[in-house]
T-cell receptor
Framework: DADVTQTPRNRITKTGKRIMLECSQT?????MYWYRQDPGLGLRLIYY???????NKGEISDGYSVSRQAQAKFSLSLESAIPNQTALYFC????????????????FGPGTRLTVL | AQTVTQSQPEMSVQEAETVTLSCTYD???????LFWYKQPPSRQMILVIR??????QNATENRFSVNFQKAAKSFSLKISDSQLGDAAMYFC?????????????FGQGTILTVHP
């Protein structure tokens, strides 16, 4: 089974709808991230969480909110979807720095392709 | 804020040949890490190689190597003996070594085509 899973994998919705993208991980990592990918722009950070009680805005947080329900779960919500939120969304995790054996790698989920009509 | 720039939107290479993908970055930090990620059509993000800024030696992973020029803030990826499976989008990424540990800043990406 994949270490980082995202649901749904693909979603088409309409302008104004509320959408939730879910991310779960079995790696036991404390740190989780949400990125969006747009052609020509690469991946940009939306929100990140360094533990269950620590949530921070990233580069492009407007129009998004997140919830860290548990160490293993980090959800991204679009309260009222708009067409320019059409993108590929990635969840990622990483371990704590300084921990023995930490490979210092960010592990990505398979992505969710969201289309807002 | 840090920025990462990949000035080559697309590159192509013949199978078995060598190709170099360019990346430049801007930062005022001295402690940081640089990465190259590969994204094949499956859209999975795969770490290719990483470089710590404090290390002068260029990182190497099998057919992949980097040319890290810290003073010039340049971090290019060389792929030797290119294979069809190397065809993908490649992203250069930067990560601070400080308290914001973990967050990645990505470049725009370079699409690599490998011709048989």
């Amino acid at each position: 089974d994949a270490d980082v899973t995202q649901t749904p994998r693909n979603r088409i919705t309409k302008t104004g709808k509320r959408i939730m993208l879910e991310c779960s991980q079995t790696k036991g990592h404390d740190r989780m991230y949400w990125y969006r990918q747009d052609p020509g722009l690469g991946l940009r950070l939306i929100y990140y969480s360094f533990d269950v009680k620590d949530i921070n805005k990233g580069e492009i947080s407007d129009g998004y909110s997140v919830s860290r329900q548990a160490q293993a779960k980090f959800s991204l919500s679009l309260e009222s979807a708009i067409p320019n939120q059409t993108a590929l969304y990635f969840c990622a995790t990483s371990d704590l720095p300084g921990r023995a054996g930490v490979r210092d790698t960010q592990y990505f989920g398979p992505g969710t392709r969201l289309t807002v009509l | 804020a840090q920025t990462v720039t990949q000035s080559q939107p697309e590159m192509s290479v013949q199978e078995a040949e060598t190709v170099t993908l360019s990346c430049t970055y801007d930062t005022s930090e001295s402690d940081y890490y640089l990465f190259w990620y590969k994204q094949p059509p499956s859209r999975q993000m795969i770490l290719v190689i990483r470089q710590e800024a404090y290390k002068q030696q260029n990182a190497t992973e099998n057919r992949f190597s980097v040319n890290f020029q810290k003073a010039a803030k340049s971090f290019s990826l060389k792929i030797s003996d290119s294979q069809l499976g190397d065809a993908a989008m490649y992203f250069c990424a930067y990560r601070s070594g400080g308290t914001s540990y973990g967050k990645l800043t990505f470049g725009q990406g370079t699409i690599l085509t490998v011709h048989p």
